[in-house]
């Protein structure tokens, strides 16, 4: 098995996570493990956040020419984005967060 | 001391917080403690990342209308942005990454 593909099944297995979307710069999907049935959902998640992640690179370089963007994390109530960018593409991994597991980290 | 003065004088003295802005949802400066010399860096702050904010907010509730954004982090190599949104600002924290810290930690 390739690395990529140990790295994948390794994220996979993580607890909550629900899937994951390597894309390219365009917003191009080049893998995705979410499922057959969560086309519109993923199509959303490739769009949304390789739009975000651009912007974030020109946030940190407008600020910084000599900083690079290494990582970013958009949390809400009922799931988290993980985002690792890479020269040409992001790894995202979609992450639920479980309510009750919330608050005991809040505690 | 109001409570909002009391946090805003916590977070400032948090290990490598550069400083902290309160943007408005329109992405006009509320609040702002990085200091005079800087308004170029507080208007790209504020101007990035209130849009970054906007679009992180609809990639959630495009998912599930009933979610909601709670916080997102832009990290890069010298510098990390942390955002807590609240009804209609955006609470924007910059700390600067000690590399030998973040060395540690990576470790």
Known sequence: MS???ERITRIKQHKGVK???IVGDDGNIIRNTLGSGSDKESKSYAH??????????SVIRDINPLDD???FRI???RQ?????????????????????????NRS
């Open 3 to 5: 690395e990529v593909e």
């Open 75 to 77: 949390k809400a109530k």
């Open 80 to 104: 988290e984005i993980l985002v690792a960018p890479d020269k040409s593409y992001f790894l995202i991994v979609i992450q639920n967060i479980d309510e009750d597991n919330d608050a005991i």
């Open 69 to 71: 963007l290494t990582f």
């Open 19 to 21: 899937g994951l979307l």
């Open 48 to 57: 949304h956040v390789s739009e975000i992640a651009k912007k974030a690179k």
